[in-house]
């Protein structure tokens, strides 16, 4: 593959994951909210099914990460998406909590694997011709993101939010044509290491610090759940149209950007033990705000912090615990940091805040989450200056070692000179 042709593939990739990410804002930025005002769930209801929708996810991509492997990325992506483009219009034929949920289960099944073989086509792109990062490729996601949510916003209203799954549909199709027209993967696939049950023990048994870390960030993933996709429920809550829940998204997703790109650099220059507290404490405070908000056009302003909350906390996080995986096995270490927070914590989350929010509402809920984020706060820095001194200990009994095994090399010399 000629330059011209590198140059081209890199901007098709742009493009896929530009309507890659406007697709899923399309619907997702809205999908609580066309579950409680168009089919009349309750927050609980719509709880559990957004906990299904993560779940489902979580145990099925290493199985379709099995597929592709298999059969070719472009191939299995292709599929669902064309599966997905027809799925969507199910959603609108949907009239109770059962067989939302059941159909929500069926959607999943393909709509899960979607993303993940996005970043992968991208990174085996990255890995094979070194002419671009994936933070430059992965800003066009959050472009892609922040102008559907706006753009959507403007066109639904509460007696037609069901148009959110048709115009989701029609951004995916253009994404397929584009994927089955235009894009055409490297000839070469390197093998990559892929997550095995057995590492999970290995890595985690061996370490208990790090299955402390994992614990904080599943708890985390709990008590932050209210300010992702379930934050339109609380802009509804306090009066806010349509373009307002768009424009929050949208600045959501921007925020991201900056600390995707820099966020190494802070970590190198602070520590990544500092920044982790610091973008917890951010997070409590920000839905302390919430909580006592209700003014929209504030609310959104609040948001702008919203890359503090994720991006730099993530970024943070797993430089961290990569410290306590061994370098062979540093991906599937990725893996338990996004299956912990996205996966587990946020699937609890979203049922937990649910629960919550039917009896004290969404900006009640807002508080005695970021009251119990302020909480793990004060544990995880107790957590970190136990861990550091633990840590200590290793590194002298290892220096230690290495002296006396130095010291009877050195004897051993003199003995034989």
Same mark, same amino acid.
């Given at each position: ?46 709880? %559990? ?25 472009? +191939? $299995?992506?292709?599929?669902?998406? $064309? ?47 070194? +002419? ?24 639904? *209203?509460?007696? +037609? $939010?069901?148009? &959110?799954?048709? %115009? ?43 299955? %402390? ?37 949208? $600045? ?20 990544? *033990?500092?920044? #982790?507290?610091?973008?917890?404490? &951010? ?95 004060? #544990? ?22 290495? +002296? ?14």
């Amino acid at each position: 593959m000629n330059v011209k042709n590198y140059t081209r593939q890199n901007f098709v990739i742009r493009m896929i994951f530009f309507l890659t990410y406007a697709a899923g804002a399309a619907w997702l930025s809205y999908f609580n909210l066309f579950l409680r005002q168009y089919i009349g769930l309750t927050d609980g209801q719509i709880g %559990i099914i957004s906990a299904v929708q993560q779940i489902n996810t979580l145990l099925l991509l290493p199985f379709w990460g099995m597929i592709a492997d298999r059969f070719g990325r472009k +191939k $299995i992506l292709a599929l669902n998406m $064309i599966l997905v483009i027809i799925l969507f219009y199910g959603f609108i034929f949907q009239d109770t909590f059962i067989s939302v949920l059941a159909f929500t289960y069926l959607f999943t099944l393909f709509y899960s694997p979607i993303v993940s073989l996005v970043d992968s086509i991208a990174l085996d792109y990255i890995e094979q011709t070194g +002419k671009s990062s994936y933070g430059s490729i992965r800003l066009w996601a959050s472009i892609g993101w922040a102008v559907s949510s706006i753009i959507t916003g403007y066109f639904v *209203r509460p007696e +037609k $939010i069901y148009l &959110i799954f048709p %115009i989701a549909s029609s951004i995916l199709l253009l994404n397929w044509l584009i994927l089955k027209l235009i894009y055409h993967p490297l000839k070469f696939i390197k093998n990559l290491q892929s997550l095995k049950m057995k590492h999970v023990g290995e890595i985690i048994l061996k370490d208990k610090r790090l299955a %402390i870390i994992l614990i904080i960030m599943f708890f985390y993933g709990i008590f932050s759940a209210p300010i992702h996709l379930f934050i339109n429920v609380y802009y509804a809550e306090i009066g806010a149209a349509y373009y307002h829940v768009g424009y929050a998204y949208a $600045i959501q997703a921007l925020s991201e950007v900056p600390f995707f790109f820099f966020g190494k650099k802070i970590i190198k220059w602070t520590g990544s *033990r500092r920044i #982790i507290v610091f973008t917890m404490l &951010i997070t409590s405070l920000r839905m302390f705000a919430y909580g006592i908000i209700a003014n929209p056009w504030i609310a959104i302003s609040i948001g702008i912090i919203h890359g503090i909350s994720l991006a730099l906390f993530l970024v943070a996080f797993i430089s961290y615990v990569h410290q306590f995986i061994p370098p062979q096995w540093r991906a599937t270490g990725q893996s338990f940091v996004y299956a912990f927070y996205f996966g587990g914590g946020m699937a609890f989350g979203n049922l937990w805040t649910g629960f919550v929010a039917d009896h004290i509402g969404m900006s009640g809920a807002m508080i005695v989450e970021a009251t119990l984020t302020l909480v793990l706060v004060l #544990i995880t820095l107790f957590v970190f200056g136990t861990i550091r001194r633990i840590s200590d200990r290793i590194e002298m009994k290892f220096n230690d070692s290495n +002296k006396s095994v130095t010291c009877q090399q050195k004897n051993g010399q003199n003995r034989h000179e």
